[in-house]
């Protein structure tokens, strides 16, 4: 395989506290060297002596971080290939700058049984594009009434278990699947959103709610939840992780369970960092999403709760759709932003332009932590480490076209909004795939 | 193009109504609510006729596109187009696979071949008018989404308060029943306001939606106070769906605490109205005795429906794209 040299870049990488003029030496698509840059830049294409007969790659003016990692993305196969297929997601994932992604359960059939894990292995392998990394149900069918075999879900390959796209709604099965997944030291992620409270629900419960004469979901739809899952998880000593945050009495019970010692992690999304309720304006089914776009003071507490890390890491929720389906009327239209190639640029725009965050915290958030999280590898550049690597243009300026996603999902708010922040080329175990 | 018949009204002079749909009453002016009444006030003459009809539509197709179960509306809105001369088509797709969202635009791609001209269109799912109007290039008139806007239902109220007040500036005008659900309270609180009269809602709690008092209008759960200084009551009619839903304990508790007798009335100023976009619910928000006495005038409202409606199907086809084709 071949030998890469990538110089002249910020090397950036959070795991091992570097931020700086750093040369990465990539030999049998693992981190073979970290070295500082020389002065001056090697020739372009050419074989300088110090690159020793490797390929170089001229990293001036980008950033050279981690492949980043998704710990929720729903591909939609098996059973929906017209929305989504591994492929099609793979390719949106590294096109995005994320080397890793971890598949969510609520395909046709859902990830509940070995078979389909394998088949998902099997298939990435194949492609070679992400690493794909499922994650299996908490119930049978993600009906909520049977535990799955929890221990065979893991010993497959599955991250975490979850039944996305629906909370374990009953407390005494969400006990039981805490403690009994307490032995494999793994994280049950919960769809944190009470059946009842938000039935019917398409948007947040608010003003745009009332004006529009849409019914509405409230924010402790949410936070119900997140207290029940916080108090089981201290009876039990299991591990939780909530989803997709969204809202600010959230953020406080995670952090307040935190300080006591509880073993709970959160995500939020690029898209409740960004947005909020004001975004669904005149019914635009684009800005459809579960959990919906809240208030400015969510979204404010969720940024703090980023900050102050009570916030682990950011995830997509990509969550494709037809065109045909979310053309369909508020009410009718799937919840589901298209997020794998947009994330990145809404992060730094969000985030890294107005100084809320450092490129330091943001690669924490969207590599380090999920990496972390997901108890694999990845999210490092230390030598020896598999070379998934991403080059970023931190200035580059670009306006969203959702008609040019590699995704079959071609649905984004953020369309026709010029973002900052792009992803330059993307390598997977050294070879390159993407950007 | 006003036919001569009709009057000499000012609005005949100008035409400032340049908008290709009408969906609602929030998105208009207090100018264009003016106008869409003065219009009405002047097609109210022609139904008092032997004949009552005059040529102002004649050519254009109109689609009574309904996914929802209507009578009243529907029937006005046909009378509205038959008495302008226009050819009116009906179709009632609730039900059916039609009423799912996807396949909307599918009909009204169907419709648009047909080239008709003016869509009226009644869905149970908020915003449907606003989607087909952004892909149809026929007008789109809002006859009711989902729990959005009736801009149609909320012009005839109007039209009847300036009628039996001479004016709506003002006015004190409670709105009592299922606020949380009905697209009559939003318009009417939308075309109120804008007109500079001061909207009370009454209602539980469990019937009042998310931040009412934001859209300009105070909020009671007290109904002897909303009564007390009204010069308008306009009641809704309250769903047996709700008291499923647990918003309300029962019809019962809701008679007891909401419902308008002729008890509850005493506390009224002597001139108030009361008003009701139908279908009443007998014994529950209005009591008979009420709804069939002096201060109603429900009847009214039916009457001046159809006068609004020919005056919206009016001036949506009057709209630009038809004059840019005579000029």
Same mark, same amino acid.
């Given at each position: 395989m071949a030998r890469l040299l990538i110089t002249h870049g910020r090397l950036l990488d959070p795991a091992s506290q570097r931020d700086g003029p750093f040369d990465l030496l990539i030999e049998k698509g693992k981190i073979a060297d970290v070295r500082p840059s020389l002065a001056a830049p090697a020739p372009p294409g050419g074989r300088a002596g110090a690159s020793n007969g490797a390929k170089v790659i001229d990293a001036t003016g980008k950033l050279v971080v981690p492949g980043l990692v998704d710990l929720h993305t729903h591909l939609r196969q098996p059973g929906r290939e017209d929305t989504e297929t591994l492929e099609t997601g793979c390719r949106a994932a590294v096109r995005g700058g994320f080397t890793t992604i971890c598949a969510m359960p609520n395909t046709t059939p859902p990830i509940d049984h070995r078979g389909v894990v394998d088949f998902i292995a099997q298939e990435a392998q194949r492609l070679g594009l992400a690493s794909v990394r499922p994650i299996g149900a908490i119930t049978k069918g993600r009906q909520g009434r049977e535990l799955t075999d929890f221990g065979e879900l893991f010993?497959?390959?599955?991250?975490?278990? +979850?039944?996305?796209?629906?909370?374990v709604a009953d407390s005494f099965l969400m006990r039981r699947a805490l403690e009994y997944a307490r032995m494999f030291g793994r994280p049950l992620i919960q769809h944190a959103e009470d059946p009842q409270l938000a039935a019917g629900g398409v948007m947040h419960e608010g003003l745009r709610s009332t004006t529009l004469g849409l019914r509405g979901i409230p924010a402790e739809a949410e936070s119900v939840i997140v207290s029940r899952d916080v108090a089981l998880a201290g009876l039990t000593g299991g591990w939780v992780h909530v989803a997709h945050l969204s809202s600010a009495q959230s953020v406080a019970l995670i952090r307040q369970a935190k300080r006591r010692g509880v073993h709970v992690t959160c995500e939020t999304t690029p898209h409740h960092l960004a947005l909020t309720h004001e975004a669904v304006g005149e019914f635009?089914?684009?800005?459809?999403?579960?959990?919906?776009?809240?208030?400015?003071?969510?979204?404010? +507490?969720?940024?703090?709760?980023?900050?102050?890390?009570?916030?682990?890491?950011? $995830?997509?929720?990509?969550?494709?759709?037809?065109?045909?389906?979310? $053309?369909?009327?508020?009410?009718?239209?799937?919840?589901?932003? +298209?997020?794998?190639?947009?994330?990145?640029?809404?992060?730094?725009?969000?985030?890294?332009?107005?100084?809320?965050?450092?490129?330091?915290?943001?690669?924490?958030?969207? $590599?380090?932590?999920?990496?972390?999280?997901?108890?694999? +590898?990845?999210g490092s550049l230390a030598v020896g480490a598999d070379a998934d690597i991403a080059l970023i243009d931190p200035a580059a300026r670009w306006t969203v076209d959702p008609q040019r996603f590699v995704s079959k999902g071609r649905h984004s708010p953020f369309a026709g909004q010029t973002l900052t922040g792009a992803v330059a080329a993307v390598f997977r175990r050294g070879v390159e795939v993407g950007g | 193009m006003m036919p001569t018949a009709v009057g000499s009204g000012s609005?005949?002079?100008?035409?400032?109504?340049?908008?290709?749909?009408? %969906?609602?009453?929030?998105? %208009?002016?207090?100018?264009?609510?003016?106008?869409?009444?003065?219009?009405?006030?002047?097609?109210?003459?022609?139904?008092?006729?032997?004949?009552? *009809?005059?040529?102002?539509?004649?050519?254009?197709?109109?689609?009574?596109?309904?996914?929802?179960?209507?009578?009243?509306?529907?029937?006005?809105?046909?009378l509205a187009a038959k008495r302008l001369s226009a050819d009116i088509v009906n179709i009632s797709a609730q039900g059916s696979s039609l009423a799912k969202g996807e396949t909307v635009l599918d009909t009204v791609r169907n419709l648009e071949a047909l080239k008709v001209d003016i869509l009226v269109i009644r869905h149970a799912a908020a915003g449907v008018p606003a989607l087909i109007a952004r892909q149809a290039s026929a007008s789109v008139?809002?006859?009711?989404?989902?729990? !959005?806007? !009736?801009?149609?239902?909320?012009?005839?109220?109007?039209?009847?308060?300036?009628? *039996?007040?001479?004016?709506?500036?003002?006015?004190?005008?409670?709105?009592?029943?299922?606020?949380? !659900?009905s697209r009559v309270a939003r318009s009417d609180i939308w075309g109120l306001t804008k007109l500079g009269a001061r909207v009370t809602v009454c209602a539980p709690p469990t019937l009042l939606p998310a931040q009412i008092e934001q859209l300009g209008v105070h909020a009671t759960h007290d109904v002897e106070a909303a009564i007390r200084e009204a010069d308008v009551l306009m009641l809704l009619r309250i769903q047996h769906e709700r008291q499923e839903a647990q918003l309300v304990p029962s019809l019962r508790e809701y008679r007891l605490r909401y419902g308008i007798d002729r008890e509850r009335l005493a506390h009224a100023r002597p001139d108030v109205l009361i008003m009701h976009p139908g279908p009443i619910n007998r014994g529950?928000?209005?009591? =008979?005795?009420?709804?069939?006495?002096?201060? =109603?005038?429900?009847?009214?409202?039916?009457?001046?429906?159809?006068?609004?409606?020919?005056?919206?199907?009016?001036?949506v086809s009057g709209a630009p794209k038809v004059e840019e084709e005579f000029a």
């Amino acid at each position: 395989m071949a030998r890469l040299l990538i110089t002249h870049g910020r090397l950036l990488d959070p795991a091992s506290q570097r931020d700086g003029p750093f040369d990465l030496l990539i030999e049998k698509g693992k981190i073979a060297d970290v070295r500082p840059s020389l002065a001056a830049p090697a020739p372009p294409g050419g074989r300088a002596g110090a690159s020793n007969g490797a390929k170089v790659i001229d990293a001036t003016g980008k950033l050279v971080v981690p492949g980043l990692v998704d710990l929720h993305t729903h591909l939609r196969q098996p059973g929906r290939e017209d929305t989504e297929t591994l492929e099609t997601g793979c390719r949106a994932a590294v096109r995005g700058g994320f080397t890793t992604i971890c598949a969510m359960p609520n395909t046709t059939p859902p990830i509940d049984h070995r078979g389909v894990v394998d088949f998902i292995a099997q298939e990435a392998q194949r492609l070679g594009l992400a690493s794909v990394r499922p994650i299996g149900a908490i119930t049978k069918g993600r009906q909520g009434r049977e535990l799955t075999d929890f221990g065979e879900l893991f010993e497959a390959g599955c991250v975490a278990l +979850s039944d996305d796209g629906n909370a374990v709604a009953d407390s005494f099965l969400m006990r039981r699947a805490l403690e009994y997944a307490r032995m494999f030291g793994r994280p049950l992620i919960q769809h944190a959103e009470d059946p009842q409270l938000a039935a019917g629900g398409v948007m947040h419960e608010g003003l745009r709610s009332t004006t529009l004469g849409l019914r509405g979901i409230p924010a402790e739809a949410e936070s119900v939840i997140v207290s029940r899952d916080v108090a089981l998880a201290g009876l039990t000593g299991g591990w939780v992780h909530v989803a997709h945050l969204s809202s600010a009495q959230s953020v406080a019970l995670i952090r307040q369970a935190k300080r006591r010692g509880v073993h709970v992690t959160c995500e939020t999304t690029p898209h409740h960092l960004a947005l909020t309720h004001e975004a669904v304006g005149e019914f635009d089914t684009q800005a459809k999403v579960n959990p919906p776009l809240r208030t400015e003071e969510d979204r404010a +507490s969720l940024i703090e709760g980023l900050r102050d890390g009570t916030i682990d890491c950011i $995830a997509t929720d990509h969550a494709p759709h037809a065109d045909w389906e979310k $053309a369909a009327d508020f009410d009718a239209a799937p919840f589901g932003i +298209s997020g794998l190639e947009t994330a990145l640029a809404v992060c730094v725009t969000t985030l890294i332009e107005p100084k809320l965050l450092t490129w330091g915290q943001l690669i924490e958030k969207l $590599a380090v932590a999920p990496a972390t999280i997901a108890g694999i +590898s990845a999210g490092s550049l230390a030598v020896g480490a598999d070379a998934d690597i991403a080059l970023i243009d931190p200035a580059a300026r670009w306006t969203v076209d959702p008609q040019r996603f590699v995704s079959k999902g071609r649905h984004s708010p953020f369309a026709g909004q010029t973002l900052t922040g792009a992803v330059a080329a993307v390598f997977r175990r050294g070879v390159e795939v993407g950007g | 193009m006003m036919p001569t018949a009709v009057g000499s009204g000012s609005a005949t002079q100008t035409r400032p109504w340049t908008k290709k749909d009408l %969906l609602g009453l929030r998105e %208009l002016s207090a100018e264009e609510i003016r106008l869409l009444l003065k219009t009405a006030e002047s097609f109210r003459e022609i139904s008092l006729r032997p004949i009552k *009809k005059v040529p102002a539509l004649r050519g254009k197709t109109v689609v009574n596109l309904f996914f929802e179960p209507s009578t009243r509306t529907r029937t006005s809105f046909e009378l509205a187009a038959k008495r302008l001369s226009a050819d009116i088509v009906n179709i009632s797709a609730q039900g059916s696979s039609l009423a799912k969202g996807e396949t909307v635009l599918d009909t009204v791609r169907n419709l648009e071949a047909l080239k008709v001209d003016i869509l009226v269109i009644r869905h149970a799912a908020a915003g449907v008018p606003a989607l087909i109007a952004r892909q149809a290039s026929a007008s789109v008139i809002n006859a009711g989404d989902g729990a !959005h806007e !009736h801009p149609t239902q909320a012009l005839l109220d109007l039209m009847t308060i300036q009628e *039996k007040k001479g004016r709506i500036k003002g006015l004190r005008v409670s709105i009592i029943g299922d606020i949380a !659900h009905s697209r009559v309270a939003r318009s009417d609180i939308w075309g109120l306001t804008k007109l500079g009269a001061r909207v009370t809602v009454c209602a539980p709690p469990t019937l009042l939606p998310a931040q009412i008092e934001q859209l300009g209008v105070h909020a009671t759960h007290d109904v002897e106070a909303a009564i007390r200084e009204a010069d308008v009551l306009m009641l809704l009619r309250i769903q047996h769906e709700r008291q499923e839903a647990q918003l309300v304990p029962s019809l019962r508790e809701y008679r007891l605490r909401y419902g308008i007798d002729r008890e509850r009335l005493a506390h009224a100023r002597p001139d108030v109205l009361i008003m009701h976009p139908g279908p009443i619910n007998r014994g529950v928000e209005l009591d =008979s005795s009420v709804a069939d006495g002096p201060y =109603s005038v429900i009847l009214d409202q039916v009457t001046n429906g159809l006068a609004v409606r020919m005056a919206a199907l009016y001036l949506v086809s009057g709209a630009p794209k038809v004059e840019e084709e005579f000029a």
